[in-house]
């Protein structure tokens, strides 16, 4: 099976900027998009009980804890829509970009051990471990080697 991205990078500067929100559920449906700035926006606020930029909202009677994230500098947060699920070719289209978006849990602050905190950090030791060393820190480190081994002994 198949997957092909149907945008060209210049898309990314003209298409809509989105307000997104992870939730901790799973929705069911085709139906017209809900009235979110209506119906749960509105009852967003600060829960500053839990801590500085923690928000507070409910869904369906459970209670909702979240914070606000933005994208790491040097990405572009993008949204895609398959255009047709039941084919083998499956086609992904762009349909919007958001810079940040707010991620919610119902049983706990959100931390530093929620996933997508996790993948952030996963994502600066990647660009850690990618990034090219000069010839003097390679060196540097060669001698500061030696000098414990040397210190071992």
Same mark, same amino acid.
């Given at each position: 099976m198949s997957i092909t991205l149907d945008f060209d990078v210049k898309q990314l500067a003209n298409k809509r900027q989105l307000e997104l929100h992870y939730?901790?559920?799973?929705?069911?449906?085709?139906?017209?998009?809900? &009235?979110? =700035? *209506?119906?749960?926006?509105?009852y967003t606020r600060e829960a500053s009980d839990y801590g500085t930029g923690v928000l507070t909202n409910a869904l369906r009677g459970y209670p909702l804890l979240g914070k606000r994230e933005a994208v790491p500098k040097g990405y572009k947060g993008v949204v895609l829509q398959e255009t047709d699920p039941h084919q083998a070719q499956r086609q992904?289209?762009?349909?919007?970009?958001?810079?940040?978006?707010?991620?919610? &849990?119902? =049983? *706990?602050?959100?931390?530093?051990?929620?996933?997508?905190?996790?993948?952030?950090?996963?994502?600066?030791v990647a660009e850690a471990l990618a990034a090219p060393i000069g010839e003097a820190e390679l060196e540097e480190e060669l001698k500061r080697q030696q000098q414990a081994k040397k210190e071992n002994l």
């Open positions: 939730l901790p559920a799973k929705i069911n449906g085709d139906g017209e998009c809900a &009235n979110v =700035d *209506k119906y749960f926006n509105n992904l289209r762009l349909t919007g970009t958001f810079e940040e978006f707010t991620y919610w &849990n119902y =049983d *706990k602050v959100p931390s530093k051990g929620d996933g997508y905190q996790q993948a952030m950090t996963m994502l600066q």
